[in-house]
């Protein structure tokens, strides 16, 4: 029993108690003899039987009420765990009964409401585009870990601030400003320098309204678009390196041809030189677009290797005798060690290429009188090629360069040995297709030493 109904309770008792004892102390005097002590007993009994009414009274009507009052309170307080006993009395039975219900389900709903918060926030946080919530006031209100990524500084720097203080690029000011003023989307990139990295996020901001169409804030979504832009600018330069490469050759044959069409040229002589140059030019040509069909072919994720067991000892022993010869008219000496009869499972086409592209790499780069070394050996789980000349070698600044397309680093001079600049990426696209990799050490005018490792699993398709 609660304070307050254990007052109530003991008032009706003592207002029962006097009542009974006034009507005794009244009634009482009035009766003689025998008859005091059957009145004294009467009162007694009904004193009894008022306080036995009291109390069930109290009981089953006042203190369920009470309690219900109680538990009523607690829910609007927001605690759902509270209940009130259930009695079977008539309609305070069906009041308790009602409010327990309700707490039971406020308490569910709350649970839910809880649950669907916490997936919510997991939603938000693993986005892959940052996320920012304001107000109507411009005040942050939700902020994701992507967002943070992005922005740096933690959650609390920017929770509960004015978007504008905590934000530094006036675009994002733009942005928010026009969603609010227009009411619609709006889209706007900006850059972001963090360290030495640079960063373009593209930011979609649109305005938040509640169910009475009136604006409640902004949500603002940034869009981490750095990769994109590189793979663009790769393409733009992809497509600007194929038509320079392609411009020199169609020049020169263009030219060669209209002098030939226009001038009456008796010189035989001087004809048969003219078309040679142009046939030169139109090998040349045709060497650019093979390379860079192989390339586009080993690109395509579809292509298969055609993996097989190869002898790997009599496969390079077959391009030494061919480089052997090459080295022979530059005056080059060429050694090579190859361990024997090892097995390896390798498309054996590719391979070849990516010895002959080397070793073409290391004659072509290696003046007259110098050397070039292959070596070809199994370590315990990779098959180790080592192509060695002691030619010009790579300035430090270029190395991480050469496997790209088209990179030279003399233009002029490796233009003018028939080079297309796709060699070393096309031998890195292979090695990678085989799960090896391709490492490169050089010194100028000291020569340069590249190590192909590729794995000896059995089956590396
Ligand atoms: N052994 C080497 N010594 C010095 N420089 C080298 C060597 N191998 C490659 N390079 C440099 O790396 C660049 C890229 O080589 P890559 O083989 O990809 O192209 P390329 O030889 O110019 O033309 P190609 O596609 O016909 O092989 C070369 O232009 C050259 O500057
Ligand atoms: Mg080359």
Not at 99 to 120: D, F, R, Y
Not at 390 to 414: C, H, L, Q, T, W
Request: hydrophobic share 40%.
């Amino acid at each position: 029993m609660t304070k307050a109904s254990s007052r109530l309770f003991f008032t009706y008792i003592l207002v029962v108690t006097i009542v009974l004892t006034a009507i005794g102390l009244i009634t009482l005097p009035l009766v003689i003899g025998d008859d005091k002590i059957i009145v004294f007993l009467a009162l007694l009994g009904c004193y009894i039987i008022f306080l036995v009414i009291i109390y069930q009274l109290f009981d089953r009507y006042i203190k369920p009420v009470k309690k219900a009052a109680a538990a009523a309170e607690e829910l609007v307080q927001g605690n759902f765990r509270a209940r009130t006993y259930e009695t079977q009395y008539g309609d305070v039975g069906k009041l308790s009964n009602a409010i327990n219900l309700l707490a039971k389900n406020l308490q569910e709903m709350a649970t839910q409401e809880k649950m669907q918060e916490s997936q919510l926030r997991t939603v938000i946080d693993n986005m892959e585009s940052g996320v920012m919530l304001i107000d109507e006031r411009g005040y942050v209100h939700l902020v994701n870990r992507k967002f943070l990524n992005l922005f740096g500084k933690k959650r609390k720097d920017y929770i509960g601030y004015l978007y504008y203080d905590v934000l530094e690029q006036e675009r994002i000011y733009k942005a928010v400003q026009e969603a609010f003023l227009y009411e619609d989307k709006v889209k706007t990139a900006i850059t972001i320098v963090k360290e030495i990295e640079q960063y373009y996020v593209e930011i979609v901001g649109a305005p938040i309204f509640n169910d009475s169409n009136v604006l409640k804030g902004a949500v603002l979504v940034f869009h981490d678009i750095t990769e994109l832009k590189r793979l663009e600018q790769m393409r733009k330069d992809f497509v600007a390196n194929v038509s320079h490469e392609l411009k020199t050759p169609i020049t020169s044959i263009k030219g060669f041809a209209e002098t030939l069409i226009e001038e009456n040229m008796d010189d035989k002589n001087i004809r048969s030189k003219f078309l040679d140059i142009i046939y030169k030019e139109s090998e040349r040509i045709q060497a650019l677009v093979d390379d860079l069909l192989e390339l586009s072919r080993l690109e395509k994720e579809e292509m298969h290797l055609r993996f097989e067991q190869i002898n790997i000892t009599n496969l390079s022993q077959e391009i030494s005798t061919i480089i052997q010869q090459q080295a022979y008219k530059k005056e080059i000496k060429f050694v090579a060690n190859i361990q024997n009869d090892i097995l390896i499972n390798g498309d054996p086409y590719r391979l070849k290429q990516v010895f002959i592209n080397l070793l073409n790499n290391a004659i072509n780069y290696t003046p007259q009188g110098g050397k070039v070394f292959l070596e070809v050996k199994l370590l315990s789980d990779y098959l180790q090629i080592v192509v060695q000349d002691s030619g010009i070698g790579i300035p430090e600044d270029d190395m991480n360069r050469i496997f790209e397309r088209f990179y030279r680093v003399d233009k002029a001079r490796s233009r003018n040995t028939g080079g297309t600049g796709l060699g070393l990426a096309i031998v890195k696209h292979i090695v990678e297709a085989h799960k090896g990799y391709i490492q490169v050490k050089s010194e100028v005018e000291k020569g340069s030493t590249f190590y192909v490792y590729l794995p000896m699993h059995k089956n590396i398709s």
